[in-house]
C-alpha cells in the first residue's frame, strides 16, 4: 500500500488499482478508481464547477497485533473536508465519517495478517474488478457494510410499494415507468451518488450494500454529510446542477388525452375550455400525428395548417407541446441516411432493430453529437418554426423492444456501460438547442431522467402505469422518492395510463382521488389511454395520422357533472395557489428542495416521519393525506407538533398526533401549517 498527497487530494496504490478521493463541493468527496493507470476525465453527474479545496490530508502508521503476538506498523491515511472525513487503513478500506460519527464503511471479509473483524477467509473484498474478456471494461462489485436501523430513500423511481429502500434490489437500468436515478439519502445523514450511467444493480441488504456495473472502466462515486435532508440536497445539487426558474405561465393545467388525431380536435377543445372559463396552460399532440415513427412531422391530412393552429391555440393564452419519438421507422424517410451515417444504435447481434411497436425500427443514438445536429434540424422545421413551444419526448428510455442492453451499442461505448444516460443525452439533442434559440425557459415532457437531468428542462412523469388504486399508491412514493434524488419536476398520469372502461364507477372515483392528488403536485396534467376502444379509425391506410386507435374523451366534463363540479371546485384551488407555487418552483432551483417532499425532509427530528409513505408535504406549507383505498371516505393523518387547519372545514387540530379525517369524495384531506 503507498500513500500520496496530490494537490489535496489523497491517492493510494493498492495491488494494480489507483484510488483518488478529493474534495467535491461542501462537506463532500468523490471516490474514483481504476486499474488503468489513469483516469478518463469524465465527470458523468458532476457537472457544476465546485471550488477549489485542498483538504487536510494525514498519512502515518499506527500499530498492529499481528499472529505471533507482535506489534507491527502499518500506514493509514485521512483526508477531511468540513465535517465529512476519510480514512483509509493499510489493505484499502474506506471508512467514512460525519465529525466522530462512522456513517459509511466498505465491507471486507479478507484475511489481512491481523485479528480485526474484516480480517476473515471468506476472500470477500470492498472493491472487486473482473475484467471483461477482450474488452477493456470491468464488472465491478463494490460492497459497504449495511447500517443497523438504517433508512434509506431517493434512487428514482421504482414501481414497488417500498419508499424506504433499505432491503430493497433495485436494477440500475432505464424501463418504461422505471427511472434509475443513483442518489440516495440516509438517514444516518449523509448522501451518496453513484456516478456511473452502467446498467447494473444495487442491493441495500441487510447484510451488506452492494453496487453492481456489469460493465466499466472506473469506480466514481460521490458522498456528502449534512445534519438534515434539506441539507444533503443542497449539497447534492450544487455539484449536480438545479432545474431552472419554471415558468409561471405553466403551473395551471396540462391538457392531454391518447390521442388528438386532427388539427381540428385539439381546437375544438381548446375552445370549450375558454367557453368553459378554464385556463388551460399547455396542451398536448400525442403520438401518431405524423407520417411515419422517425419522419418527426405532421401528417397533412389531418393537420394541414399546424402554424394556423398553433397561432390560435397561442392568441387563447395556451402553449403547444408536440411528441417526439426516439424510433426511426425503415419506411420513414430518414432511415435510409440515418443509418448510413451512423445515427442509430447498433445491434451486436442479429437483425439491426430495436423497437418494434407499430413498426420495424431503430432508435437514435443521441450519444453522437451528429445525431443530434440531424434530429434537431428537422424538428425545428417541423415543429419548433412553427410556433411549437415544447416537445414531449416519449419512450425516452429507450423503450427497448426487448431490454437486452448487452445488445446495443451507442457510438461511446456499449449500452451496458452507458445506457442509463441515454434520456438525458436524448433531452439535450431539444434542450441545448432550444436554449439556443433563447424563446424564454426550456420546459419538456419526458418519461426517464438520470442524475443531473433537473438542469435540462425535464418535467419527468412517472410512465405508463395502470389505473389502479395499488399503482395509485405506488406513484406517490415514486415522486417522493425522485424529489429526494434531485428531480423536483415531476408529474403522473391522472387517473393512471390504462383504462378499460371510462364509465366504471370505480375508475371515476380513482380518477378524482389521483386529480386531487395532482393539484398537490409539480405538474397538474390530464392524460390517459381510456378505453373502451370502440372509435373507428380515422382511414384505411396502414400509416400516417388517420390509422391508429384514439382514446375515449379526458377533458375535465367528460365524466359527469358530479366529477366535472369538484375538479372545477380543485382546478380553482390550483390556481389560488399559485404565487405559493411560484415559490416553491423558486426554492427547487435555489437549493434543490422538490415540491414533493417527504414528511420528514420537513421534520427530520420526529422519528414518526421517517415511517410515514401515504402522507406528504406539499412545500412547507401543506400537509397533503391523500386517499389511496377504493370506497375509502376517512383516514388516518399524522400531524407533527405544532397547530394545523384542515382547509375543508377551517377546524385547527393540535399536531404531535394521529388523528381520524372524513374524506368524502368531494374532499382529500389537506392541513395547513399554522405557526
Not at 443530434?372 to 434540424?377: A, I, K, S
Not at 407555487?581 to 420537513?602: C, D, Q, V
Request: glycine share 8%.
Amino acid at each position: 500500500m503507498r500513500f500520496v498527497q496530490d494537490n489535496g487530494a489523497l491517492v493510494f496504490y493498492h495491488e494494480g488499482e489507483k484510488v483518488r478521493i478529493e474534495a467535491w463541493g461542501k462537506d463532500a468527496f468523490r471516490v474514483r478508481a481504476t486499474r488503468q493507470g489513469s483516469f478518463a476525465g469524465t465527470d458523468w453527474a458532476l457537472t457544476e464547477p465546485v471550488p477549489e479545496c485542498r483538504c487536510q490530508v494525514r498519512i502515518e502508521e499506527e500499530d498492529h497485533w499481528v499472529g505471533d503476538g507482535t506489534v507491527d506498523k502499518r500506514p493509514i491515511a485521512t483526508i477531511v473536508n468540513g465535517k465529512l472525513k476519510a480514512v483509509v487503513n493499510f489493505v484499502g478500506i474506506i471508512t467514512f465519517y460525519s465529525g466522530q460519527r462512522q456513517i459509511l464503511r466498505e465491507y471486507f471479509r479478507s484475511y489481512d495478517g491481523t485479528r480485526s473483524r474484516e480480517s476473515r477467509c471468506l476472500k470477500v473484498i470492498n472493491r472487486q474488478w473482473k475484467g471483461i474478456i477482450g474488452g477493456s471494461e470491468y464488472k465491478l462489485n463494490v460492497k459497504f457494510e449495511s447500517n443497523k436501523g438504517e433508512k434509506i430513500f431517493g434512487m428514482g423511481q421504482y414501481q414497488q410499494e417500498n419508499m424506504d429502500l433499505k432491503g430493497c434490489v433495485l436494477e440500475l437500468a432505464q424501463r418504461n415507468s422505471q427511472i434509475s436515478v443513483p442518489f440516495a439519502v440516509s438517514n444516518l445523514g449523509y448522501g451518496f451518488l453513484w456516478n456511473n450511467p452502467a446498467v447494473g444493480r444495487v442491493t441495500f441488504g441487510g447484510n451488506y450494500t452492494e453496487w453492481i456495473a456489469e460493465s466499466t472502466r472506473e469506480m466514481d462515486y460521490w458522498i456528502t454529510a449534512a445534519d438534515t435532508p434539506k441539507q444533503i440536497l443542497e449539497n447534492y445539487t450544487a455539484v449536480t446542477g438545479r432545474a431552472e426558474m419554471f415558468p409561471e405561465e405553466l403551473m395551471g393545467l396540462w391538457q392531454c388525452k391518447l390521442r388528438y388525431r386532427t388539427q381540428e380536435e385539439v381546437l375544438s377543445v381548446a375552445r370549450q375550455y375558454q367557453k368553459e372559463g378554464i385556463k388551460i396552460d399547455m396542451i398536448v399532440i400525442d403520438f401518431f400525428h405524423w407520417t411515419v415513427q422517425g419522419d418527426w412531422k405532421f401528417d397533412k391530412t389531418y393537420w394541414p395548417d399546424p402554424k394556423a393552429m398553433v397561432d390560435e391555440l397561442h392568441s387563447m393564452g395556451i402553449k403547444v407541446i408536440v411528441s417526439v419519438w426516439p424510433s426511426v421507422d425503415r419506411k420513414s424517410e430518414n432511415f435510409a441516411p440515418m443509418m448510413e451515417r451512423g445515427l442509430l444504435i447498433r445491434t451486436e447481434r442479429g437483425a439491426a432493430q430495436t423497437y418494434d411497436y407499430q413498426g420495424d425500427c431503430v432508435e437514435i443514438d443521441p450519444f453522437n453529437p451528429e445525431t443530434r445536429q440531424y434530429v434537431w434540424e428537422i424538428c425545428k422545421k417541423n415543429y419548433y418554426d412553427f410556433g411549437i413551444d415544447a416537445f414531449w419526448l416519449d419512450n425516452s428510455e429507450p423503450d427497448y423492444g426487448v431490454y437486452d442492453f448487452e445488445n446495443y451499442r451507442y457510438c461511446d461505448g456499449p449500452a451496458l456501460a452507458i445506457s442509463n444516460l441515454y434520456p438525458q443525452m436524448y433531452s439535450r439533442i431539444f434542450f441545448d438547442r432550444m436554449r439556443e434559440q433563447d424563446r424564454g425557459p426550456v420546459v419538456n415532457l419526458l418519461r426517464c431522467a438520470w442524475a443531473g437531468s433537473q438542469k435540462y428542462g425535464n418535467v419527468v412523469w412517472s410512465g405508463d402505469v395502470p389505473s389502479t388504486f395499488e399503482a395509485f399508491t405506488d406513484q406517490l412514493q415514486c415522486g417522493l422518492n425522485m424529489g429526494l434524488a434531485g428531480i423536483p419536476w415531476w408529474t403522473t398520469d391522472i387517473g393512471g395510463f390504462m383504462t378499460d372502461d371510462v364509465k366504471d364507477p370505480d375508475f371515476r372515483q380513482l380518477l378524482i382521488r389521483w386529480y386531487q392528488f395532482a393539484v398537490y403536485s409539480p405538474v397538474l396534467r390530464m392524460h390517459g389511454d381510456r378505453g373502451p376502444y370502440n372509435i373507428p379509425p380515422l382511414d384505411d391506410r396502414d400509416w400516417g395520422g388517420g390509422y391508429l386507435h384514439t382514446g375515449q374523451d379526458n377533458e375535465l366534463w367528460s365524466y359527469g357533472e358530479d366529477n366535472y363540479a369538484i375538479m372545477k371546485k380543485y382546478y380553482q384551488i390550483r390556481i389560488d395557489m399559485k404565487d405559493y407555487i411560484k415559490s416553491l418552483y423558486a426554492e427547487a432551483h435555489e437549493n434543490g428542495s422538490p415540491l414533493l417532499r417527504t414528511m420528514f425532509y420537513e421534520f427530520p427530528q420526529d422519528d414518526k416521519c421517517w415511517e410515514l409513505r401515504d402522507q406528504y408535504m406539499f412545500g412547507h406549507k401543506y400537509l397533503v393525506a391523500p386517499i389511496l383505498e377504493r370506497n375509502a371516505f376517512s383516514r388516518q393523518v399524522y400531524l407533527p407538533v405544532g397547530q394545523w387547519r384542515l382547509t375543508s372545514t377551517g377546524e385547527i387540530f393540535e399536531g404531535g398526533r394521529t388523528v381520524h379525517v372524513d374524506a368524502p369524495i368531494e374532499y382529500m384531506p389537506v392541513f395547513e401549517k399554522m405557526d
